[in-house]
Structure formats: C-alpha cells, structure tokens
C-alpha cells in the first residue's frame, strides 16, 4: 500500500464543481486583482477569526514582513522568537533589519517556552513572535502578561494555525497582529501563494494596506501620516471605483508588491466554509494515532495544553530513531517528513548571530526526533491502520 504524506487531489475531488463554477466565473469577470472577491474574502476571514481586519497578502512570508513594519520593527531592533520553526519566521525578522534572537521551546508542545523569554530581553528588544507550531497555539497568555510588562509588541505567526483557539478565541486574535499562509499545504491552502495579516488595530491595518501595495493613495497617505506626521489632502478622498482608483499613481512610503489575487480569493472563500470540518477530521486522526501509538514505549506522541484547541498542521511524534524509521516507512510506501532536520539558530543563515551547538537543547534535540505522520483529512481508515502496523513493525524489529 502506498500512502502519500498530502494527497490534495482528494480534497479537490470534494470541492471540484464549486471551486471549478467560481473560478470560470471570475475568469469571465476580467477582475483578477483586487475587487469584490478579495474583499469579500477578506471581511469573512476577518469574521471566522474574530477580529475588526483581515489584510490579504500574497504569501506567510510577506504576511511576517509587513506585519514587522506595521509595528515598527526597524533595524538594530530585537524580536523573540523561537528556533523550531520554518525559516521564514526568523527569516522575515532580518529582512526587515532587526536581529532575531532565539528562546528555547518547550519539549511537549514544542512551543517557545514563555518562562525562558524575559532572560533575552535587552533595551533593544521590541518585540515578541512566537509560532503555533503544527497547529498548536503557543502559550499567549503568558507571552502577553511578558510583553505588555516589557512595552513589547506581539505578533502571531500562525501561518500553520488557522482555526487553532485558546479558550475559544481563535490564533491570530490574540496579539498586535496575526499572519497566515494559505501556501497550498497549510490546513486551509490555496491553489498557489496567499497569505493574510490580521488586527483589531485600526492604525495598523492602515499600514499594512499602505505597505502591501506599493505605499499609494488614500492608504499610502494616511500611513504616512501616521508615521510621519505629514498630512495630505488625499487621506480623507474616498474612491468609489472599485475596478480602478485614480490616486494609484499617488506613493507616499516605500513599499511592496503583495497583492492576494481574485482567483485565489475565491477558492479559499470555498475552502473556509470547511475548514472547521477538515480541522475536525485531523483531530479525528490525531486521536487515533495516539490511541494506537501512545502505549509504545519507544515513541513520545504530541502533547496538547488545557483549554486548547489544536487544528494538527502536523502530526509530530518523537522517536530517537528518526531516520531509521523515516527510511522504513518509505520503504513501506508511507510519506512522512522530518520537520524539521535543522533548528534556525544554527542554520548557516545565521552563523552571524554566534549561536552553537547546545545553546539551545530542547530544539536541538527535537530536530533529531521528530517524525511527522499523514494527518490530511481525507485518510482512509485502512491507510491509518497500515500507517500504525508500520510503526509497530519497526520497533518489533
């Protein structure tokens, strides 16, 4: 049997007739960037999420950038954050200028451990980024009480978190400001690049629309005035053409080119009517695995904090075997992933931040264990008893 880590052919299969009809009809519409379809989408991502602005963007990685430079993180600042992430995370903090320095995580929710944060903060320090890693949110509760007695900003990087709560308040709610990716992996993917930036900041909504799109008109001007003190006439003109605005050619910052497109937008309008059930079906499987796997004394299955509510990006069990049971599974037919093989401090990236081997164990440790199992929500039930027979096979051994 052969068993893919993501099939997203099968979810396509689910939704083809709607997404199919929606797309045609916005092929026909000649409206490919911008318009009502992003900001319908927009408004119903803002409303699932629970906050005032949902600023679509073309990616998670410009999501972090323009999220860093809403919020004033400019260079020579310091951000936070944590070293068992993808790159992007503390890849956006340098693009920005500031300096990303690393807090070790915590070896059940692989998280940032929020009780070793306050030791890294220096005058310089401006902000705080942790990662709902896989799924699960960090412990924001502990991060904010952290940040507000430091003056700090905090933005959420839940790029693999959409739908993840804590109490009910859903990831990307919680701090200054919220990103999401929707690269066509992620619980609620697109069919290419997307991403959103989330508020309940008014001022920093504004900046983010201004350094989305090229730093112009209405947007541009207010931005700048906001962070400028300069005023312009433009900043109260309202354009009711939705196809085209004549102030465009109007730059007030330098900016970027982030634009989610129609097409895009659509699809995901689809996408987020079922992605409490897709999240829910992850669940499903992510019990199952820890019913089957969790009595295995050679495996530490993930562990999900009280009042959480995880949507299980990944499935990521620990196993001081990692690649040894990698190469079986393939062997087996089976897909898994090892994230992730490096932890940022020491990817050669940032060799000049000074970081060594051992400076941050847990991560360290956690990249040499963790192996990521099938969790799509279209498995069938015999593939997930293969999966386990698998897993069970090669600790008989």
């Not at 730093?215 to 541009?220: H, K």
Request: proline share 3%; glycine share 8%.
């Amino acid at each position: 049997m052969e068993v893919k880590i993501l099939d997203l052919s099968r979810q396509y299969e689910l939704i083809q007739e709607k997404v199919e009809k929606a797309v045609c009809e916005q092929m026909r519409s000649g409206m490919y960037i911008g318009g009502k379809a992003v900001a319908d989408f927009e408004k119903k991502f803002a409303e699932y999420i629970g906050v005032k602005h949902a600023i679509s963007v073309n990616s998670g990685t410009d999501a972090l950038v323009i999220a860093l430079k809403a919020l004033g993180i400019k260079e020579g600042d310091e951000v936070i954050t944590t070293p068992f992430t993808f790159f992007a995370t503390a890849e956006t903090i340098a693009m920005v200028g500031a300096v990303p320095v690393f807090v070790d995580v915590e070896e059940d929710s692989y998280n940032i451990d929020p009780e070793k944060i306050e030791e890294k903060i220096t005058e310089k320090t401006k902000a705080i980024l942790p990662v709902h890693i896989f799924g699960q949110p960090a412990n924001m509760e502990r991060i904010l009480d952290i940040a507000n007695k430091h003056e700090l900003v905090v933005i959420e990087d839940a790029c693999q978190a959409v739908g993840a709560a804590i109490a009910g308040k859903k990831a990307g709610s919680i701090g200054n400001a919220g990103c999401f990716s929707f690269f066509p992996t992620k619980n609620l993917g697109a069919f290419g690049d997307g991403g959103m930036i989330t508020t309940n900041d008014d001022t920093t909504a504004i900046i983010c629309r201004a350094f989305k799109e090229h730093g112009m008109a209405q947007n541009g001007a207010k931005a700048r005035y906001i962070l400028q003190g300069v005023e312009d006439d433009l900043a109260n003109t309202v354009s009711t053409d939705i196809l085209y605005n004549p102030y465009k050619y109007y730059n007030y910052l330098i900016a970027y080119n982030s634009r989610l497109d129609a097409i895009q937008a659509r699809v995901l309008d689809i996408k987020l009517d079922f992605l409490d059930d897709f999240n829910g079906k992850r669940a499903e499987i992510a019990k199952f695995y820890e019913k089957e796997l969790g009595s295995c004394s050679e495996v530490i299955t993930p562990q999900i904090k009280d009042k959480v509510t995880a949507v299980w990006h990944q499935y990521a069990f620990r196993c001081k075997k990692k690649d040894e049971m990698g190469n079986f599974l393939a062997s087996k037919g089976v897909g898994s992933a090892a994230f992730y093989p490096v932890p940022l401090h020491l990817q050669k990236a940032f060799e000049y931040l000074g970081y060594q081997e051992g400076d941050l164990p847990v991560a360290e440790m956690l990249t040499k264990q963790t192996v990521c199992l099938p969790i799509f929500p279209e498995l069938k039930e015999e593939e997930l008893q293969y999966i386990v027979a698998c897993i069970k096979e090669f600790f008989e051994k």
